[in-house]
């Protein structure tokens, strides 16, 4: 496929890196000439410098052919527009990235009336993972499958830890539990595990299961302790609106710390049941003083990756009990997992999944012209691992086969399937059926449909 990228920011680099890992033609456009260059050097893409709303310009990228065209350059508007025009030229599919949350509710109309196929919002998506995250505080990162019937959470094996040496043959035994162990992360090395895998300290495992069996082996293996109840936010940007929205309506109590004076009184009027302090919290006084030592969460989400990393240390050494801090750059992520931060959100990131998922669905149409079979799909372990979630269609070539007898091809796991709304921890005679929803795991690169899972006769 023909794709257009017009903007050249974090979110734009993760999204050029992921199409061109799949195969696609990529054409980049951005007003910078020093950004051109670089993307052309770093990537097999060609490059167009100019403003992305001009006609000339998307002409000089070929607009009219396009297959999508991706705006996330400057303001939401510009990228509406740039959408618009290139609809209007001729690509075939737009999305454009809409950050303001003063437009969340528009969303379904700018679609329908604008002609946008797909808006996405790196902040909003940004603010429902750290949601997730305070809701079940156990887990360092949560995705939802199946309406929520399917959840796969991943966990850090600390020291002392009851998985500790635990070989995964025994794991279903020792707890008595459905959950599935399906991936694992030791160093950079990221696997699905067999039955041979020992846990070892330092290791990150993914579970899969539905959330009544995740809570009951997390109680079993006391992670279920207190629950957040208050959270304290540095930063008064978007994502800290979406979230904020989100925690006082589910009564928690809120105090947000920010420094510009103006957006603090926009706060305090947009959110009447939360605390609003005007202040600077790279000041550690400041701080202590709103008493970051008994605050049950720390959500740090400032603009500055490095101000994150410092404040997220300070709260660590206040023991506050879960630090949720945003990284743009890996760098950052890393130095915060190897410094005990464990829940580390990166908005460019959870967007580029959704858009992966999108343009997969787009280069694998039936001859119908329907998108593939693809409902979600997550990344997971820094993005060395692809959650995704299928629903089974009248053409799948093995249906009524007993998994035992489907030869799956290496690094991929089937998860759970979900029938009739009901949970199946798949087993060795255990089928899929027409309609069914289907969760794979896997370390391959480029899997688009249920076929893709097994080896080719």
């Known amino acids: 496929m023909k794709v257009v990228v017009i903007g050249n920011g974090a979110l734009g680099d993760a999204l050029i890196a992921c199409i061109c890992n799949e195969g696609h033609s990529v054409t980049v456009i951005d007003e910078n000439s020093n950004e051109v260059n670089a993307v052309v050097n770093k990537y097999d893409v060609l ?6 709303a001009s006609v000339d310009i998307q002409n000089s990228a070929d607009v009219q052919n396009a297959d999508v065209v991706i705006s996330v350059a400057g303001g939401d508007e510009l990228n509406l527009l740039c959408c618009m025009i290139a609809k209007h030229l001729g690509a075939k599919h737009t999305i454009a990235r809409v950050r303001d949350p003063r437009y969340l509710n528009q969303r379904a109309f700018m679609c329908n009336s604008l002609g946008i196929d797909m ?3 790196p902040e909003y998506e940004a603010a429902r993972e750290a949601g997730r995250i305070i809701r ?14 399917v959840e796969v959470v991943e966990i850090g094996i600390d020291r002392g830890h009851p998985f500790v040496d635990l070989p995964l043959i025994s794991f279903k035994s020792k707890y008595n539990t459905n959950a599935l162990i399906c991936a694992a992360k030791r160093g950079d090395d990221v696997i699905i595990p067999g039955g041979d895998y020992v846990i070892r300290e330092g290791d990150v495992i993914s579970i899969a299961a539905s959330r009544k069996d995740i809570t009951d082996l997390f109680k079993k293996i006391g992670l279920i302790g207190k629950q957040i109840k208050d959270v304290m936010v540095i930063g008064g940007g978007a ?3 979406y979230l904020t929205k989100q925690l006082t309506d589910g009564g928690f109590d809120v105090k947000i710390i920010e420094q510009d004076e103006e957006a603090c009184y926009e706060l305090a009027e947009q959110f009447p049941k939360a ?3 005007c202040g600077d919290a790279t000041n550690p006084d400041l701080l202590d003083e709103e008493g970051i030592d008994s605050t049950d969460a720390c959500v740090v989400m400032t603009e500055n990756d490095q101000t994150n990393f410092i404040i997220s240390m300070f709260a660590k050494t206040r023991n506050v009990d879960k630090i949720i801090s945003k990284a743009g750059a890996q760098t950052f992520v890393k130095l915060s997992k190897n410094a005990g931060i464990s829940s580390n959100i990166t908005p460019h990131m959870l967007v580029s999944s959704k858009v992966l998922r999108y343009i997969r669905g787009l280069a694998n149409r039936g001859e119908d012209g329907s998108l593939s079979q ?3 799909l997550h990344r997971m372990a820094d993005g060395k691992i692809e959650a995704l979630e299928f629903d089974v269609a009248e053409d799948c070539e093995f249906t009524g086969t007993p998994l035992r007898s489907i030869k799956l091809k290496k690094n991929v796991l089937i998860a759970a399937i979900i029938r009739d709304n009901n949970v199946i921890y798949p087993g060795g005679d255990t089928t899929l059926e027409i309609g069914d929803g289907v969760i794979v795991m896997t370390t391959n690169e480029h899997t688009c449909d249920l076929g893709d899972i097994t080896e080719r006769a």
Do not use: D, H, R
């Open 239 to 241: 994502i800290s609106e």
């Open 47 to 52: 490059g167009v410098c100019g403003n992305g």
């Open 136 to 149: 079940f505080p156990a887990a360092t990162k949560l995705e939802k499958f199946a309406q929520g019937q």
């Open 275 to 277: 605390t609003i302090v």
């Open 119 to 121: 808006i996405v919002n």
């Open 374 to 376: 693809i409902k979600s």
